[in-house]
């Protein structure tokens, strides 16, 4: 009886199969709160992009905006964008951080989860690094001070491609 | 009666653990406290945690049903435990945990150095694998995780001048453990700061080598938990367990089993991004326990550290 619940117990484990890994990242579309234009992520095929989820409750996400901001200006956007979503439930919240610390990237309001489910959010910060045919290519779960210099080199590997 | 409780707390402590996404969470086996912390807390695919700790229990309290009686027999029991642990996300909604133990018993009878009695070695190892098929986002306030495990009696008997000696001094139950487990969290907030946590847990005990059963276990708790910026964390929980009689051959033991009901506080200060540390105690409420006369927990606490990759 013990010896055939152990087995069981493993065969379970056995048969749990990771699921393969995502590769295009998921389209969405909609309007920047901080800059009003409208955004469609396949209006950036050709560019590298990078995806960012962040809150106004998320205490290293309001430390990587203005980080990312910094580096875009360093990178230029020739061939590479950011874009930025805000998953408050109030998105005043959202826009309160920014009037404060405003970004030149949009950042779209997703209060309801449309995109962040796709995305398969479930802690924050967390962001995607897009290549220029919109694919996946790295995602980052956390963010320190300091991060965004091997996210720089990693976008400017990119850019050559 | 004693490795019941410790059990229990094995199992409770686990439980513990799993229930709470904030705080890790400890649990102690038969025999002895023994397995300490699993963080079971939901992760994402490809998460990985070790942790070690270590948890005292301090077994001098004396009660006759729900009574307390003064024991005027000089008696002193208790018993340390020392668990490592791990956990890794196979999926988003797949993870496996096991613990292995290390346990010391240490009881005294008497003011004779004969009445003192120690006894130490690896204890149970306890495997739990878990599905979740709800976890809290963002944009979700729910989680439900369900999990199917075992107690695998991995230690070996410990011998008294030549005699194996009493169940409740052994590191190991000796004996396989069906577990099963849920758990329920709801978040008060989006960001998951403040949570309600439920869970449930029963286990069902095998015969060990000597023909002694422990009785099953089931137990149910509710607390919460709050994490205080990005550092410090807390829980409260209220845990009810109750434990059938154990058997021998078959035959009912006296004095065995009963129901109680404890407090489980805990600290957490997370040391780094990876490390966090967790201080965690356990107080009897109420209790009511079979038969005349048990020894049960008076107090237990400890502390877990907790590192992930």
């Known amino acids: ?161 | 009666m004693i490795i019941r409780i410790l059990k229990f707390t094995i199992l409770a402590l686990l439980l513990q653990g799993l229930q709470s996404p904030a705080l890790a969470a400890t649990c102690s086996c038969a025999g002895v406290p023994l397995l300490t912390s699993i963080d079971t807390s939901a992760t994402e695919q490809g998460d990985f945690f070790i942790s070690y700790s270590t948890e005292y229990h301090q077994i001098s309290d004396l009660v006759a049903g729900s009574d307390d009686v003064r024991d005027e027999t000089g008696r002193d029991r208790n018993s340390i435990s020392q668990v490592i642990s791990a956990s890794y996300a196979l999926t988003d909604r797949w993870s496996v945990s096991a613990l292995i133990s290390y346990v010391k018993h240490n009881r005294t009878i008497g003011s004779s150095i004969f009445g003192k009695e120690t006894t130490s070695g690896v204890g149970d190892s306890v495997i739990l694998i878990r599905y979740t098929p709800l976890f809290i986002t963002p944009f979700s306030r729910h989680e439900l995780s369900l999990g199917l495990g075992a107690r695998i009696p991995t230690g070996e008997d410990s011998f008294g001048s030549g005699f194996i000696i009493s169940e409740d001094m052994q590191p190991s139950v000796g004996a396989l453990g069906k577990i099963g487990w849920s758990s329920y969290s709801y978040a008060f907030n989006q960001a998951a700061s403040l949570l309600l946590n439920a869970s449930a847990t029963y286990t069902d005990n095998d015969d060990n080598d000597r023909k002694y059963a422990f009785g099953n276990e089931s137990s149910l708790s509710l607390g919460l938990s709050q994490s205080i910026g990005t550092k410090f964390g807390y829980s409260a929980a209220l845990r009810y367990r109750s434990t059938r009689t154990d058997h021998r051959f078959g035959f009912a033991i006296p004095n065995t089993g009963g129901e109680w009901l404890d407090f489980v506080p805990a600290v957490q200060y997370s040391v780094t991004d990876n490390l966090k540390l967790t201080l965690f105690g356990r107080l009897p409420l109420t209790r009511d326990l079979n038969g005349t006369l048990q020894f049960t927990t008076s107090y237990s606490y400890g502390l877990s550290l907790t590192y992930g990759f």
């Open chain 1, 1 to 161: 009886m013990a010896s055939r619940f152990i087995k069981a117990l493993c065969l379970v484990l056995l048969l749990v199969q990771v699921a393969p890994a995502r590769e295009s990242a998921p389209f969405f579309s909609g309007a920047a709160i901080n800059t009003g234009q409208q955004i469609s992520l396949a209006d950036y095929k050709g560019k590298v992009v990078f995806l960012d989820f962040w809150a106004s409750w998320c205490p290293p996400c309001l430390a990587s905006l203005p980080a990312y901001d910094r580096m875009r200006r360093e990178i230029g956007t020739e061939g590479f964008e950011i874009i930025a979503i805000n998953v408050d439930e109030h998105t005043e919240d959202g826009l309160a951080f920014l009037e404060k610390h405003p970004v030149a990237y949009p950042v779209l309001a997703d209060r309801e989860g449309g995109i962040g489910i796709l995305y398969g959010i479930r802690t924050l910060p967390h962001s995607f690094l897009l290549d220029r045919d919109g694919r996946i290519v790295a995602s980052y779960r956390s963010f320190k001070a300091g991060d965004e210099i091997s996210l720089k080199q990693a976008i400017e590997k990119l850019l050559e491609q």
